[in-house]
């Protein structure tokens, strides 16, 4: 299982349920990443997208606990069902897409995080684990800096040395 977010120089990821950037490139990286694979999130990324509905050409996997059965996405109550649901496809086929709780939950879980710097102060109010500062967590891989809608960001990849078990 892998995650993939978009972080500003604060780890911060959002605020007001909603993303800190628009970031054209980051959307079609993202696009790139994650078509045709598994995404999993929680009910609060699934009602922030347009009209509450999943991501297209995509599995999604949502975590809510109350949450009732729907026919466009697969809605799961707890980390068993959701652990269950995702040992059916790949693990690299597998993305963490928010938000910051989900994210905090199967980060242990995740070999590898996807991550969109974000050279700028988004006033966040919800964050993603600084994977700097955590001891297992190392940054791989970094690009060179790409402009997009006026900030300059970066994709970086960061490998987990201690991958828990699901």
Known sequence: MRAIVVVDRNWGIGKKNDLLFSLPADMKHFRETTQGKTVIM???TLKSFPGGKPLKNRTNIVLWPEGEARDDCTVVHDLKE?????KKFPPEDV???GGAMLYR????YCDEVIVTKTDADGGAEVFFENLDKLENWKCVSIGDPIETNGYTIRFA???NSHVANY
């Open 105 to 108: 939950t199967l980060l242990p």
């Open 95 to 97: 993305f963490v897409i």
């Open 157 to 159: 990849v960061y490998k």
């Open 42 to 44: 929680g009910s609060n």
């Open 82 to 86: 959701l652990f269950a649901e995702v």
